[in-house]
């Protein structure tokens, strides 16, 4: 067996992406992948034993990262506002520095794949939510709600920013480019939202 080659499998993994987000999982073959690398099907196979091997490996591996971006700096201890604050700054961060790792989170989310790479970081993520909702509300903080109903509330917000920003454009078909001063005006109206 060939010994493992880093750049080929760094290559492998920015181009798997790289088409993914582009063309979507329907036109995605490992044949077209090895021919844009530049490498044989049997030296991809080196790395991976078939495709769903290959997005599901390398699925896991950049979502974890991810997942240790959005922590960062997280206390499920600390005050609500707090709280919610790191988790919009560390998102915030993480998907304007990795917009294509963004665009192929989304993807995934609504893939047949789903369930094999989130499901480790929702267990892990979830429980960590669900101790910081629990503390705020016995703080008196926030009223107790579905995590389902605090998520939406939370969170929608700022994806729908972010992917204008990808897009480029606010409804309507004006420019738009999101700054630090919407993401945190919008934030307090998240606060205003879900706070008692």
Known sequence: MRPRNKEKELLVKELTIEMLVTHGFESFSANKLAKACGISMATLYIYYKDKDDLI???????????????????????SFEQGLHVQWKNRFEYQI????????????????????????????????????????IDR???IAMPIEVYWSVAFSPLQSLIRAHYEGQ????????????LVWQTFKLVLKALKV
């Open 56 to 78: 599901i490996q390398i699925a896991s591996e950049e979502v974890a990262k991810m997942r240790q971006a959005v922590i960062k700096g997280f206390d499920p201890e600390a």
């Open 97 to 136: 520095a990795n917009p294509v790792l963004s665009l192929f989170f989304e993807l995934l989310r609504s893939s047949s794949y789903q369930d094999k790479i989130y499901s480790g970081f929702r267990d892990d993520f979830d429980h960590m939510i669900r101790r910081f909702m629990k503390n705020s």
């Open 140 to 142: 008196g903080e926030i």
């Open 170 to 181: 606010r409804p309507g078909g004006s420019t738009f480019i999101l700054t630090e001063e």
